[in-house]
């Protein structure tokens, strides 16, 4: 089982990425998917998660900038994110429930990350 996480790099202030993470594997069913995200000397912390029927919520902080969105065919979750600030760098995780076959219960898998900076 992987979560494949990609589309960070360098951005100004106010400029915008879209963050993609396909879970790929012997999967039954996929639950809940989300983002979070680390800053340097800071505690993960989530940024945007979305059930299974498209239910979402965010942080505080993003809510009006970004937008977590999924594509249940394709097992992937995505990050919109525009008028990104300098406050926004940080590694960002994706982070999914996934039921998988001959499994009795689902668990959380994590993907490997991917850095996000923006520049003032």
Known sequence: ?????SGGGLVQAGGSLRLSCAASGNIFK????????????????????????????????????FTISRDNAKNTVYLQMNSLKPEDTAVY?????????GSPLGRDYWGQGTLVTVSS
């Open 1 to 5: 089982v992987q979560l494949q996480a």
């Open 30 to 65: 996929v639950n809940n998917m989300g983002w979070y995200r680390q800053a340097p000397g800071k505690q993960r912390e989530l940024v945007a998660a979305i059930s299974s029927g498209g239910s979402t919520n965010y942080r505080d902080s993003v809510v009006g900038r």
């Open 93 to 101: 995780y994706c982070n999914a429930n996934l039921w998988l076959r």
